[in-house]
């Protein structure tokens, strides 16, 4: 059994096929909001074409410098 808990992208509790960035485009531009705004989606795997529950989770992180050139 595929770990689910708090992936970088979404795991199907079913195959344990991680969704890449084009899977979450082609599902909807809601798996990326769901994300931000840590809400509750159901999603059909790309894999095995099974339905299932995703719930987004937002951890925002950040980088500092003396400087904005620093940044890049």
């Known amino acids: 059994m595929a770990d689910t808990f708090q992936q970088r992208t979404p795991t199907c509790p079913h195959c344990g096929y991680a969704m890449d960035h084009d899977d979450m485009v082609d599902v909807a531009?809601?798996?990326?909001?769901?994300?931000?705004?840590?809400?509750?989606?159901?999603?059909?795997?790309?894999?095995?074409?099974?339905?299932?529950?995703?719930?987004?989770?937002?951890?925002?992180?950040?980088?500092?410098?003396?400087?904005?050139?620093?940044l890049s």
């Open 29 to 70: 531009d809601a798996v990326f909001e769901a994300a931000v705004n840590e809400q509750r989606l159901p999603v059909t795997c790309p894999a095995c074409d099974a339905s299932y529950w995703l719930r987004g989770g937002y951890s925002p992180h950040y980088t500092t410098a003396f400087s904005e050139e620093e």
